[in-house]
């Protein structure tokens, strides 16, 4: 998860705009990993601001967050000044083995190797317990506003295309072997912000951050075509949650 200092310099943004998570995120993870929130021993990998951390804390989880940008660890402790948290990555957890319930990765699944990364998660964890990945992905497909922006992006971010998260999550942790069971799920929901807000939580990507020299032009687009679709400034924004998760034996 070597990439994961890339967010060190939109730790700001990424504090105050990042979405957060729906509550039936948290029962679908229940369900799935067949094991309540409440009480369970959980390491939060690439826990970034400690947005995800901060959910299962108040649904009363004892967490671990992991992360491995010093900025991104610094907000963390900010934010939860009494939690002890480790510097690490993914690939090699600074734990011991059959310590944990849960191992979740909020927004952060996909910059690892999965076989490296799911080894040292089922290494991690207890027999019974489960990995959990999970994502908000904008759900606007239908939407031109959201169109015209994936269109910018893809002509002025290098190497960026809409699709970077289409992948067979589950089948990738199904073909390591190391989990009895894979299972998915995903939730819809919604959130309104301001435009200014808004801009913030673009400023947040990194993808957008690597548009470089042009970004204030890619901006000041998103600022226009966003005002013809919502006049008065108000942003509704549709989510698509999805929540992969593999049981161990």
């Known amino acids: 998860m070597s990439p994961g200092s890339l967010f060190d310099p939109l730790a700001d943004a990424y504090d105050q705009a990042r979405p957060g998570y729906p ?7 229940e369900l799935l990993a067949d094991q309540p929130v409440a009480g369970a021993g959980v390491v939060d990998v690439g826990a970034g601001t400690g947005i995800a951390t901060r959910a299962m804390i108040f649904r009363g ?11 991104m660890l610094d907000r963390l402790r900010r934010r939860t000044p009494d939690l002890p948290v480790v510097r690490g990555d993914g690939e090699a957890l600074p734990l011991r083995s059959a310590s944990a ?4 990765y909020a927004q952060a699944w996909h910059w690892v ?3 490296v990364a799911a080894a040292e998660a089922a290494r991690v964890l207890r027999p019974g317990g489960a990995l959990a990945a999970w994502w908000n992905d904008v759900d606007a497909d239908d939407f031109h506003w959201y169109q015209r922006q994936q269109d910018r992006l893809e002509a002025m971010s290098p190497g960026y295309t809409r699709e970077y998260r289409n992948r067979p999550f589950a089948d990738e942790l199904r073909w390591t072997g190391l989990f009895a069971e894979v299972a998915t799920v995903t939730c819809r929901w919604h959130r309104e912000l301001d435009i200014d807000l808004y801009e913030t939580w673009l400023r947040s990507k990194s993808y957008v951050a690597a548009i470089g020299d042009r970004l204030e032009d890619f901006l000041a687009a998103e600022r226009r075509s966003l005002l013809r679709s919502f006049p008065d400034g108000r942003i509704i924004e549709p989510f698509r949650t999805m929540l992969v998760v593999a049981r161990v034996p």
């Not at 509550?23 to 993870?29: E, G, V, W, Y």
């Open 101 to 104: 319930d849960l191992v979740t």
């Open 23 to 29: 509550d039936q995120l948290f029962a679908d993870l």
């Open 113 to 115: 190797r999965v076989p």
């Open 61 to 71: 989880a004892s967490v671990l967050p992991v992360e491995l940008g010093p900025v």
